[in-house]
């Protein structure tokens, strides 16, 4: 790939551009090589020009929090964009409406509207993730998803395009959106209801505590790796991999945890071969026990 064209171009704005940058450290897995380019917007102007002049020459891949995705140990040829501090604003439209820029993590929108006295956004309180993430893959919790409060989408297509996509055209399903891959969300707006503080708080305490209940936290994990099978209501997934297989299975330093088999943890230094051979070998299982085919929640990056 020709980069003398962006070296430049790296020298002439306020944002800020890495080559043969590590990503390892930007993923909760703490897993992964290097990408071409590590792109840090910081203003709308310099991540339009980027885009016009990068024209998809390699792959592109916007990071939210890095909490659900599983990086290659192999150089990602392409560049990787984490938007900066500029889109993470937040700020209230109505009584019951909000619009939140799209690297705001979901625990501080779900605060945001507690302090307004709107409802609606407490099950985001147990998400580990941003508002862009959470529009791309429906993301929810305790019986509430992103498609119950989203009003609109503000985004950028890869030739630097802004448009507004208004829910009603967005076809949400289980932990998917038909969003196009070739938009980059800068912020959404959303609906809730008025509400009072204390209700809204109770509600918020309760889910947090069934989550930690339930949950591991402040370990190397992607979060929830399988969907619930659409189709299946008999057992969660996390009930087909406790009773497909054993206990205490690894690869490397790919294990399950034995807090929420559901949850794969990096223990101290696996890498992207041995995660992958994790979820193998527990889809095989499930499917030789079942006969289900599990689907990853967690996105594969390579």
């Known amino acids: 790939m020709k980069i003398n064209d962006i070296e430049k171009f790296a020298q002439n704005i306020e944002s800020k551009i890495f080559f043969d940058y590590d990503v390892k450290h930007l993923n909760w897995f703490n897993i992964g090589g290097k990408t071409q380019i590590f792109f840090k917007p910081e203003s709308l102007k310099d991540l339009k020009e980027f885009l016009k002049l990068y024209k998809k020459r390699g792959k592109i891949f916007i990071l939210g929090a890095g909490s659900n995705i599983l990086f290659s140990d192999k150089l990602f040829e392409g560049v990787v964009i984490k938007l900066g501090k500029n889109f993470n604003k937040i700020s209230k439209l109505a009584e019951d409406k909000i619009i939140a820029g799209s690297i705001v993590i979901d625990r ?110 402040k370990i190397k994990t992607g979060g929830s790796t399988f969907k619930n099978p659409i189709n299946y209501t008999k057992h969660k997934v996390w009930e087909l991999i406790k009773q497909s297989v054993p206990e205490n299975t690894k690869f490397g330093d790919a294990f399950i945890s034995s807090h929420h088999a559901n949850f794969f943890v990096n223990k101290k230094e696996a890498k992207f071969h041995d995660m992958m051979m994790l979820i193998d070998y527990v889809k095989e299982q499930v499917k030789k026990k079942f006969n289900i085919n599990l689907e990853l929640e967690i996105k594969i990056i390579k």
Do not use: H, W
């Not at 989408?153 to 055209?169: E, L």
């Not at 509400?195 to 708080?201: K, R």
């Open 108 to 217: 501080v929108l779900s605060d945001f509207a507690k302090e307004n006295a709107i409802s609606g956004f407490e099950f985001l309180s147990c998400i580990p993730g941003t508002v862009g993430g959470g529009l791309r893959m429906n993301s929810g919790c305790y019986g509430s998803e992103f498609k119950d409060i989203v009003l609109s989408v503000q985004a950028i297509d890869y030739k630097g395009n802004i448009i507004t996509i208004p829910s009603k055209k967005i076809k949400f399903n289980y932990r998917e959106s038909d969003l196009s891959n070739d938009l980059l969300f800068l912020s959404a707006s959303f609906l809730g209801k008025k509400s009072n503080i204390q209700d809204i708080s109770n509600k918020i305490q309760k889910f947090k505590k069934e989550k930690e209940i339930s949950q591991p936290s």
